[in-house]
């Protein structure tokens, strides 16, 4: 709700694509910090993570709503605010994914990463509509009143959740620095977790852009719609995404992790190409709905693929270098305002989709033995 809410009122006062990137790419400034968020939780345990995260949301949300009401909000409050919540979000994903992995044993930990993400995604697709739908119907600070008790419930919901420490490595606790050294060795010579790094960062960099911090420029500028248009497509996302996590958590197929994780990627790029050319909203929320398929069973199975890969001690500290792949987001995106101002929205697009496909298939090759090979360990059914 937040991200299309503040979205369109950056592109609307604003009147500028580069200030809507410029917004997109700071909500994601904290993953350059990510692997301490992972020492730290390590450390100290993920509830407390989580709950104080939730309280800065919390209090952010609060802050927006005062600023509406006051009618003193202004797109470069809107960056400032997003950069100081941009430093904690991107390290969500990372504690959740390293509470499921330190909760489930291995043979259950597809599926119960499908279940996180039904969560996720059904949300996504909830905060979309009613995002657009709020505001249409009560204004911004309805809006942010809204997500205010969102955030507060999910604080209170945080408290719930299991404190166990992650086990140490060798009973040692080290300096923050040398955990964080010990891990990127750890990541370093392990081709597994490398080629999945890889394939994080080129769909973070060359796709996600396109279905995230670009979808308002798109509703206004492509496809001549509002507010409610864009809640509709970023809904046709999310829900793809659902239909992707409800297919890995029913167990119903046999899937080969790594094989899929490359395979889903490679046609995520291919769906972007043929939205880039679509001007029906309609065909748009067809290719979004594809798009948000694919991008599930990529970036789960991906997840499985790491955890499964990574011993205990160092799960909160890999996932959290996992993060660091979402820097390609920010970068993306900064990279797509002045190319799409010179050659057009579509134009920028192919030249993604294209080197995102060329770059698949060059990682898939380089890494074969350990991420393409049916028998390898990364392609045991899971």
């Known amino acids: 709700m937040e991200t299309i809410v503040l979205g369109w009122f950056i592109l609307v006062e604003s009147g500028s694509v580069m200030m809507l990137v410029v917004f997109g790419s ?124 969102l955030y507060t419930l999910s604080f209170l919901l945080s408290r719930g959740v299991s404190d166990v420490l992650a086990p140490t490595h060798d009973n040692e606790r080290l300096s923050p620095v040398r955990d964080l050294q010990l891990a990127f060795g750890y990541v370093w010579t392990r081709p597994v977790l490398m080629a999945a790094m890889a394939l994080a960062f080129l769909v973070n960099l060359l796709a996600f852009p396109f279905s995230l911090g670009l979808l308002p420029y798109v509703a206004k500028n492509i496809y001549l719609t509002d507010q409610t248009g864009l809640g509709w497509l970023g809904a046709s996302f999310a829900f793809g995404g659902l239909v992707g996590s409800v297919v890995l958590s029913s167990h119903r197929f046999a899937f080969r992790a790594a094989q899929t994780m490359v395979l889903a990627g490679a046609v995520w790029f291919t769906v972007d190409v043929l939205f880039a050319f679509s001007t029906h909203l309609g065909v748009g929320m067809a290719l979004l ?92 059914p899971l």
């Open 289 to 380: 709905w594809l798009a948000g398929l694919a991008q599930s069973l990529s970036m789960t199975t991906l997840a499985a693929v790491m955890l499964r890969a990574t011993e205990p001690a160092y799960r909160g500290r890999v996932m959290g270098m996992r993060m660091l792949a979402v820097w390609g987001l920010p970068l993306g995106l900064l990279l797509s305002g002045p190319l799409i101002d010179r050659w057009g929205y579509a134009v920028t697009a192919c030249l993604y989709s294209a080197l995102g496909l060329l770059l698949t298939g060059a990682m898939a090759v380089y890494w074969r033995a350990h991420i393409w090979d049916a028998n390898a360990p990364a392609n045991a």
């Open 26 to 149: 700071l909500q994601y400034l904290g993953s350059l910090v990510s692997p301490m968020f992972g020492v730290a939780g390590d450390r100290l345990g993920y509830r407390r993570m989580l709950y104080l995260s939730r309280a800065l949301y919390a209090a952010l949300a609060v802050s927006f709503m005062l600023l509406v009401w006051l009618q003193a909000l202004t797109p470069m409050i809107v960056l400032m605010m997003a950069a100081l919540a941009g430093l904690v979000r991107p390290s969500d994903m990372m504690m959740r994914n390293a509470l499921i992995a330190q909760t489930l044993p291995p043979r259950h930990l597809l599926g119960a990463l499908g279940i996180s993400r039904i969560t996720s995604d059904s949300a996504r697709i909830a905060g979309a509509l009613a995002g657009a739908g709020v505001v249409a119907w009560l204004g911004m600070t309805w809006a942010f009143a809204l997500i205010t008790a």
